[in-house]
């Protein structure tokens, strides 16, 4: 919430370079949560991933298998 409350002023701003790097901050932050989420909350986090991936936010491999999220590899820190 916090994250999301200080990068609005970002988002709008008039740099294009700071805003795309906010975006890409705040989808990672998004992608790695729903991975991490998924055993708890499986049907939620898998159709906003495929929404994810619809839309060319989530990188997709060659199989639609390979798109979906309970075969993603858990997070390294």
């Given amino acids: 919430d916090?994250?999301?409350e200080q990068s609005k002023g970002r988002?709008?701003?008039s740099n294009v370079e700071?805003?795309?790097a906010v975006q890409f901050?705040?989808?990672t932050i998004l992608k790695r949560l729903l991975i991490l989420l998924h055993p708890f909350m499986p049907f939620i986090t898998e159709e906003i991933w495929l929404?994810?991936?619809?839309?060319?936010?989530?990188?997709?491999?060659?199989?639609s298998d390979e798109k979906l999220l309970i075969i993603k590899e858990w997070p390294i820190i």
């Fill in 2 to 4: 916090t994250i999301i």
């Fill in 11 to 13: 988002l709008t701003s």
């Fill in 18 to 20: 700071d805003s795309q």
């Fill in 25 to 27: 901050v705040l989808l």
């Fill in 51 to 63: 929404l994810l991936n619809k839309n060319k936010y989530v990188e997709s491999d060659k199989t």
